[in-house]
């Protein structure tokens, strides 16, 4: 039997090395041999076939259950947290573009008259608007 580093001198060596990386990560996302639009949209057979074989054997649940509720809780309030706000600033441009189609389908609507509080016909103005969204959405 081959002689194997322990699990800790493995993961500290990962974490000394990569975390040294950043800048050639940057690099390697800047100046990629093969263009990352062009290779993703070249495999989404293949993606499409994955995703079916891991809904087939259940790897979702599997994964979700062997990650559980405390790595889960963990890692959002350490990580995401702090990364959250730094995110949203970032994501401010995408998310205008992505909303503005949906936000000039709300102002274009015309709604019937709101009723009273519990008026049934105050669900045909929620109608509309998830009719006109959906529309929005799936007419691209």
Do not use: C, H
């Not at 093969?34 to 070249?42: G, I, K, L, Y």
């Not at 499409?48 to 790897?59: C, H, K, P, T």
């Amino acid at each position: 039997m081959a002689a194997t580093k322990s699990i800790q001198t493995s993961s500290d060596k990962w974490v000394r090395r990569a975390g040294q990386s950043a800048q050639d990560y940057k690099q390697g996302v800047l100046n990629p041999r093969t263009s990352w639009q062009e290779a993703t949209e070249n495999a989404a057979e293949a993606q499409a076939a994955g995703v079916q074989e891991a809904i087939a054997d259940g790897r979702f649940a599997k994964g979700v259950a062997a990650a559980g509720n405390a790595k889960w809780q963990a890692k959002a309030a350490s990580k995401g947290a702090d990364r959250f706000g730094p995110g949203v600033q970032a994501g401010k441009s995408d998310y205008e573009r992505g909303f503005a189609p949906y936000q000039a389908v709300l102002a274009s609507l015309t709604l019937p008259p709101r009723g009273a509080k519990g008026d049934p016909r105050n669900l045909e103005r929620v109608r509309a608007v998830a009719e006109a969204l959906r529309e929005a959405k799936t007419s691209k």
